[in-house]
T-cell receptor, first 108, second 115 residues
């Protein structure tokens, strides 16, 4: 069965420090992976998707099929990065499976 | 603003009752998705409609049903409500049928409280 695991419910880092939000998945097929973000009092929105191999707001995520991971990284955290981050896996049936989320707090 | 609207914002009802949640997608989007976010289960996919037809089904209970109308708005009907149905219900929309290149845009959610 498919599953997305985000082991950290809460993560605090200092401004300017590197940040890594962990995501591991379990899926027998070819995974499509995403990171969604929800800033305070805003809607859930797509941050990035692995097939685009893009960097958004300084964040990158690499799909590691061997480790079944899709960790989100940023070299220098900013205060405006404080938000709730969700990793999501899309299966062939168009279902999006979300992890339980990690609340990132960037300390000034 | 993503353009997806949901009504009502809040809904308080009693066990055994039936409620209808409404979602209007962004202009031009053909797909509507419904999600349930509860404290113990996290964010769970319920169902997707594409251009009026059911496209994908997730963990949707038999007591729940949805439909998408010709004007592409969607309704999620929840019946025989139980305390455990209390949750935030999100709607999302996308242009296409839900491929990985298709971005889902989320609405603000409807908070349902069952007493």
């Amino acid at each position: 069965a498919q599953r997305v695991t985000q082991p950290e419910k809460l993560l605090s880092v200092f401004k300017g420090a590197p940040v890594e939000l962990k995501c591991n998945y379990s899926y027998s097929g070819s995974p499509e992976l995403f990171w969604y973000v929800q800033y305070s009092r805003q809607r859930l929105q797509l941050l990035l998707r692995h097939i685009s191999r893009e960097s958004i707001k300084g964040f990158t995520a690499d799909l590691n099929k061997g480790e079944t991971s899709f960790h989100l990284k940023k070299p220098f955290a900013q205060e405006e990065d404080s938000a709730m981050y969700y990793c999501a896996l899309q299966t062939g049936a168009n279902n999006l499976f979300f992890g339980t989320g990690t609340r990132l707090t960037v300390i000034p | 603003d993503s353009g997806v609207t949901q009504t009502p914002k809040h809904l308080i009802t009693a066990t055994g009752q039936r409620v209808t949640l409404r979602c209007s997608p962004r202009s031009g989007d053909l797909s509507v998705y419904w999600y349930q976010q509860s404290l113990d289960q996290g964010l769970q996919f319920l169902i997707q409609y594409y251009n009026g037809e059911e496209r994908a089904k997730g963990n949707i209970l038999e007591r729940f049903s949805a439909q998408q109308f010709p004007d592409l708005h969607s309704e999620l009907n929840l019946s025989s409500l139980e305390l455990g149905d209390s949750a935030l219900y999100f709607c999302a929309s996308s242009v296409g049928s839900g491929r990985a290149t298709d971005t889902q845009y989320f609405g603000p959610g409807t908070r349902l409280t069952v007493l």
